[in-house]
Nanobody, 122 residues
Framework: QVQLVESGGGLVQSGGSLELSCVAS????????LGWFRQAPGKEREFVGL????????HYADSVKGRFTVSRVNAKNMVYLQMNSVRPEDTAVYYC???????????????WGQGTTVTVSS
């Protein structure tokens, strides 16, 4: 059974930093691209960033480029989202997800975590 479990969410002030973590089990971790998505209240889920299985490729949404960084440690089945210079509009539930392909589309992701909430105060 595949499981993805996020952690690290919380309350952070605007301009601050936060690191989210996601641990995976039940899959051959390096075979999967890992993506981060977020969903703000009343809005659709949106792509944040992704990293390829061997960490050779990363992609980011324009809204977070230069502020957020996705990384992974395959030996630990872990993926991270480092969030710097956060803004109130970054407030959302953040999800990690695994896909057999590099894609920004949520529909291409096979496995999802339960989400962790990030709140940015102004």
């Amino acid at each position: 059974q595949v499981q993805l479990v996020e952690s690290g969410g919380g309350l952070v002030q605007s301009g601050g930093s936060l690191e989210l973590s996601c641990v995976a089990s039940g899959l051959t971790f390096s075979d999967y691209a890992l993506g981060w998505f977020r969903q703000a209240p009343g809005k659709e889920r949106e792509f944040v960033g992704l990293i390829s299985g061997r960490a050779l490729v990363t992609h980011y949404a324009d809204s977070v480029k230069g502020r957020f960084t996705v990384s992974r440690v395959n030996a630990k089945n872990m993926v991270y989202l480092q969030m710097n210079s956060v803004r109130p509009e970054d407030t959302a539930v953040y999800y990690c997800a695994a896909s057999g392909r590099l894609s920004r589309g949520a529909a291409d992701y096979d496995y999802w975590g339960q989400g962790t909430t990030v709140t940015v105060s102004s």
